[in-house]
Structures are given as C-alpha cells and as structure tokens.
C-alpha cells in the first residue's frame, strides 16, 4: 500500500477526519537518520503527525512540528507541505533505552518535560505558532492536546507504528478525528468509543487495512463527503543555494577564520543527509578581508 493521506467530512459539516498510511517514508527517515528501535518509532510518530496536520494546507503553506525535551532524543523535528512531501529529523538518533512494559519507551525517549511547536507558514507575513507542554510524551496525545486547546477544535488522535525483526518500519499510520461546531455530543461519543474498541493503526495497516477503510469503519452509519486524497512521500527541499544562504549568514569572523584555513566547507542537510561541498573559492566573501 502506497504512502497516501485522506481527508474527509461530515454531510451536515461537524466531524472531520484525516487518516494516513506514512510506512514508506518513516521507513526513509529511518534508514537517512540511523535511528535505534526506540528512537525510530518516536520520530515516525512526530513524521505520521505532521503529515495528518497538513491535511489542511493549501496552495504552497508550509507546516512544522517540532518537540523539544528533556530526553535523550533532545529535539525532533518533522515538515510538510500541501503536497504532501514530508522530511524529518532527530537531534540524536540513539536513545538508547530498553523496552519499556514489553513496549518501546517513546516517553522515555523523548522526556516528560518538554513543548510541543507547531509553525504554520500560511503565506502571510508571519508564521503562526502554538505551542503547548507535553502532557504524555507518546506524541499522538500531544498533539490532541495541541489541536484541543491551542486551536480549539476537539480532537482524538491515534498513531501507530509497527517495525519488522530488522528493526525496519513495518507499518505506520494515524488518524485525526475532529469534532467542529454544532457536532452532536452523542454522535462524538460513539466515534470516540469505536476508535478506543479498534486495534492499533499499526496492526489493521499490516493487515491490509486501507484509510479509507479506516474512516468507513469509525464513521459507519455517518453520511459523508467523497475523500480527498494526497499521494505522501519524503523529499526533502534543500538545495545548495539554500545551503549557501546559511554561509552568508555566519558572522564576519568566521567566515576570516574559514578563508585562512583554506579549506573545503562541507555542511550536511540534517534531514536528508546531502552533502554539500563548498571550496575555499565559493566561500562567501569577507568584508576588509587581508
């Protein structure tokens, strides 16, 4: 089953959903980011949710989300756009921790005290960001609290993520159910109820068990709006025009102190891992250089 988003709506406007199979391209970030078990499964988590929260996107916005904690993945960091490309990254890969109750301890892995980010580049003239702290570190509870109190829009979140005796992604994927104004508490009740009875994301994804099946399950008995439907993938946008701007950017000592030693500059994309190599002669100039 190919990496794809759905987002869907109520007939008469109060519910709305996002579903998502990101098996794919957690298992590129995996494989680009060197995670361990633990650390694989809590940036595949943040990279499932990021891409259920650009379901929203139009046109060229732009969304990030980022945790920063006191565990010892320290940051991650995960973007995606209305086309439905997606890149990630984690500070560090290693967490380093064993399971926890016959689970990966995430929690652990991430931190108890720390904030969730998330930025929104709308096309206006400043991004908007909400932050909140996070409440259980598993990454889909966060982010309902997110959506629940810093935009208002009750929400249930559910992501899961499987890997394979290698250690590889085997399956990942998530849903966002939102309650919208005027939504019958009785009707958010039961969809609340039929998503806690159903088994993990993770587990109906192994078992071929499609979004749109998902949604049709959770949302039976509900008349519903066609699905629309955004094909996902990891692609990262740097570029060494945008690696070269980072040079410009450093202060002017620096940049002296690199013309002196005469020196390739290599910078590496945290996300992707592209080298970009920049020779003593395509270093940004310094002023009053001798």
């Known amino acids: 089953m190919s990496d794809h988003l759905l987002r869907i709506s109520s007939v008469d406007g109060t519910l709305r959903a996002m579903a998502a199979v990101t098996t794919d391209l957690c298992e590129v970030a995996r494989q680009l980011q060197q995670t361990d078990p633990t650390a694989t499964v809590a940036l595949a988590r943040v990279a499932t ?25 320290h940051k991650l960091h995960a973007e995606t756009d209305s086309h439905g490309y997606v890149r990630c990254s984690v500070k560090n890969p290693i967490a380093g921790l064993p399971p926890k109750d016959d ?29 909140v702290q996070l409440q259980t570190s598993e990454v889909g509870d966060d982010i309902a609290f997110y959506l629940t109190t810093s935009e208002q829009v009750p929400s249930s979140v559910a992501i899961g993520v499987t890997l394979s005796q290698t250690a590889a992604v085997h399956a990942a994927g998530g849903l966002i159910v939102q309650a919208l104004p005027g939504c019958p508490e ?7 109820t039929r998503l806690r009875a159903m088994p993990p994301v993770s587990a109906q994804l192994l078992a071929g068990v499609t979004p749109q099946q998902l949604i049709d399950e ?8 066609p699905a629309s439907r955004t094909p996902l993938m990891f692609r990262c946008s740097c570029s060494r025009e945008q690696v070269g701007g980072i040079l410009k950017g450093l202060d002017q000592e620096t940049l002296a102190d690199m013309h002196q030693r005469a020196e390739t500059v290599t910078i590496t994309c945290e996300y992707c891992q592209r080298r970009y190599d920049f020779p003593p002669e395509e270093l940004p100039p310094v002023g009053n250089l001798k």
């Open 218 to 225: 959770l949302f039976a008995g509900i008349p519903l709006h």
């Open 49 to 73: 949710g990021t891409a259920l929260l650009g379901a929203l996107l139009k046109d060229n916005q732009r969304l990030a989300v980022m945790i920063e904690a006191s565990g010892p993945l």
């Open 103 to 131: 689970r990966f301890d995430v929690a652990g892995a991430i931190g108890r005290a720390g904030f969730l980010h998330v930025i929104k580049d709308l096309g206006m003239k400043t991004p908007y960001r909400g932050m």
């Open 186 to 192: 009785e009707i958010l009740d039961n969809i609340e």
